[in-house]
Structures are given as C-alpha cells and as structure tokens.
C-alpha cells in the first residue's frame, strides 16, 4: 500500500482539502514503486479516464489518496500483467460499481510470472497526435522538429505508441538545459542498436512454431530491454563518474 503524505490545512486550504495532493507530490508518491513515472504519463493516464482528479478554480489538479491508490492501481496492472489502458479502466470501473468481476488475463500465469497470451502482436496503448501534443504540452512545431530527428515517430496508422507521451516529457526536460533535439541523434542512434541487439536474441523465439514459444518472445524482450536500459544507465553513470539517486 502506498503511504501519501497527510498535508496540513495551510493559507486558504479547509480542511476537506488538507488531504488533497499536487501533481508533483503524487508523483513522487508514485516514484518510490515506478521510478519512471512522469508527469506527463499522470496526465495521460488522466486524460484517458483512468482517474478524475479534482479541480481548484485556478485549475490546478488535486489528488486524493483515493486517486493516488487508483493511480498505482493502474500502474501495476500496466507493469505485470501487460493489460491495455481500455481494459484496465473497463476492470477498474466494474469494480468501483461493485461487480464481481476476475482480473482479466491476456495470458497464464507461471511460476508466479506473467507470460503474455500466444498472439502475434501484443495489443499496445496508442494515443492520437492531438492528445500526444496536449500531454507533452508542446505545439505542431516542436513536434514536428523531434519527428524529423526520428526521436518521436508515429506507428503506422498515424497514432502514437504511449510511451511516445515519456519520450516527449525527456526530450522538453533536456531542452531546459540546452541539448537541442539536434544533439539528441546520437542517443537515438545507440537506442536503435541496442534494440536490434535485443531483435537478434528473441527473433528465433518469435519465429518458433510452437504458439507459447512465440509468447515467451514478448516476455523475454521485456527481460532483455529492462537489463540493457540499466546496463546503458550504469554505463553513463560511470563515464561521468556521478550516481543517480
């Protein structure tokens, strides 16, 4: 169970409201389970009905642990069992209406592990470009600029993969410190190959006869992709001699 902060009723704050969180302050809830949580995916997750957080007349966002659980909820699902954001929320609310509904299984269960159903292609949440410009808070222009830098790239239907949404968040948070989308081709560029690293270990997986044995080739990208992107952390770390917290 997640623990949030009990906030004191400061200037102006009733105390209906003391227990109401920022954005910021749920994120760094969420940060101790989900280190790569972002701002940006909260409000994805937001504009995609999975939570309702209230409003203040300025219209600010305001959490309450209720929300912040939910929040959790979500990500959790997302992370171990592989479920699409429609699938989830349509779960979710069964629940919150009191239906005796069973936690919905895209695969088996094995070893404690969740092994995707055997299915050629894994359903993937996608995003149009409006809400892809509106999450990422940016305008046509600067999308249209990290497009050209291959840094965001729209799948084949013109939508977005939603970790395009992560993607946008880095790319902006880099720009506060001057690295130029420009600048960002080499980082693209490695990302490339250690995907098609990753590719060349499971593609004999994905091309196997047995259905389950093509199954096992998403949870095994899955495996690869998490080491490789510590690997390349670790490595970065070490090169410029620092540690991240």
Known sequence: MLQTPSGGAGHGTTAADSGLMSIGSVLNVLREEFPE????????????????????????????????????????????????????????????????VQLPV???QRDGEAVPAPVETPAVARICRADLLAAAEIDEEVLGEWESYGLVTPVED?????????????VRELGRFGIEPRHLRVMKAAADREAGLVDQVVAPLRRHRNPQ???????????LAALTVRLHAALVQTALGVRLP
Not at 158 to 170: C, F, I, K, N
Not at 213 to 223: I, L, Q, S, V, Y
């Open 37 to 100: 949580v972002t701002i940006s995916k909260i409000r994805f997750l937001e504009s995609e009905g999975l939570v309702e957080p209230r409003r203040t007349p300025s219209g600010y966002r305001k959490f309450s642990p209720d929300d912040v659980e939910r929040l959790a909820h979500v990500l959790r699902l997302q992370r171990d069992h592989y479920l699409p954001l429609k699938v989830i929320r349509e779960y979710l609310d069964a629940v919150e209406r009191g239906e005796a």
């Open 106 to 108: 895209l695969g088996r």
């Open 158 to 170: 013109g939508a977005y993969d939603a970790e395009a949404v992560t993607v946008a968040s880095l």
């Open 213 to 223: 044995t093509r199954a096992h080739a998403e949870a095994r990208t899955k495996e």
